[in-house]
């Protein structure tokens, strides 16, 4: 039981079940001390805790991302050897703990769009839950959510997400929270639609083509009822005073690059070649392979045992790539950072990237008649598993006629620009403490939005831009 009820609690998502996994997982915590530790652990893990993945990461978004917990050992008897051990050989080891984990069946992990769904399914239920419930009414609630999965058009595309509801009180409690003032805003609701796969053909004139952009509109699920359609971008935190989660999440080159939106093509084969170049400069470096044969590899090969530079940089251990990305090599983000900082394209990244996360010119790319029809909101569910109960707090919520107005304002003063974020250290410059690159766009008089060029993952994807709204920007829409 005491396993059990630690389970419940946890919030960490990420499997640990390799020393693969601790190269992949941006720790916090020394990689080659969480291996030692992960080789001692595992043959002590409970069986009860499933002993295959004896660690686990923090959730990403979240001021726990980089942090670790060791499972199976919280509650057993060999729970104060393992404490011991680590004090006497890690005494100043920090960013681990002892947990449970929060993950599907097999070790895997809970999937970005499994609390869309369980949103769009809970919204079919057409009623006001209580923002407290307990464990037993809390399962009773993902029964029924689960009833009604194959009732959200897109949902059977992703069946595979259904069991995933099961035990899920943090995305419930987000849910929970998102449902409530869906429910609020649109009243008695007739269908769901997720989008995440595609956009059904009762609402596909809803996200019209725009060159250079996939899916303009961003809603994650959307809401019919009698008379209107109704769109949300979800996304979720677990208290209200948690970190906002990012705004976008867009890479930044490769086929869905947000910047050639922006940028004319001079420019992003620039950028292009920056980044073959440096990458290639990594490889050349780790591997020790002639620049001059590198330059003749593809990226990529789908032939077993062909080489390819994202082979080699596979081969890499994470927090070796991480020393390479941020250092003064780092031609790629240089070569970004000064394009984008140019007097050039200063101001047009500025205004395109608001417009574009705001969905500023909404109205005028879906035209008058098809706004007479939706509407389109950016929620935000707060929610998770507290103690003995899933808490769901009032969700965080701006609809497009709000957005317009604040942004009007901004763009009326005419002043916005982008600025190296106060306090930060780009991974290109001296005494970098994170592969990252930090910007903040602001106005005459006020910081909006916080940015970061950051990888997501795996280096041999593209980076992404990633943002969030401002304290000031905020306080901007209770006015």
Known sequence: ???????????????????????????????????????????????????????????????????????????????????DWIKKEFPDIEHLDYGAGKFGEGGKRINENTQELMVAAICLLNETFPTTMSVTDANDLIERAKDKFNDVYGATERPELLDQFNGNYDDLGTAISSANAIQEITGNITNTYWTGKSWH??????????????????????????????????????????????????????????????LNKFAMDTINDAKKLFFNFIVHKHHNIAMKELSKLPWATRRKGAKSIGRYMKEIPKNKLDGYVKSSSNIFFKKVNSIIMTKEYAEKFVEDFLKFVFKFDMEDILGEKKMSKFEFFLLTGIGSKSGENVVASPAEVKDLPQTIQVLTEIFGRNKLSIEQTKGKTNAFQKNATAAKVYYTIKDERTPILYLEIRYKGSYTANPQFQCVATPDFKAMFKE
């Open 201 to 262: 053909d009762n609402i596909a004139d809803l996200n019209p083509t725009v060159p250079g952009i996939q899916n303009y509109n961003s809603s994650d699920i959307v809401v019919e009822t009698n008379k209107k359609f109704y769109g949300f971008s979800l996304k979720k935190k677990a208290r209200p005073k948690d970190q906002d989660p990012t705004l976008i999440n867009k890479p930044i080159t490769g086929d869905k690059s947000f910047l050639a939106n922006i």
């Open 1 to 83: 039981m005491l396993r059990f009820k630690s389970y419940l609690e946890e919030a960490f998502n990420i499997p640990i079940a390799s020393e693969g996994d601790i190269d992949n997982y941006p720790s916090k915590a020394d990689s080659k001390d969480l291996k030692k530790i992960f080789k001692y652990i595992k043959p002590l893990s409970s069986p009860g805790t499933n002993p295959d993945v004896p660690m686990v990461g923090g959730l990403e978004g979240t001021n726990d991302f980089g942090k670790v917990k060791i499972r199976g050992i919280k509650g057993t008897d060999v729970e104060q050897q393992v404490r």
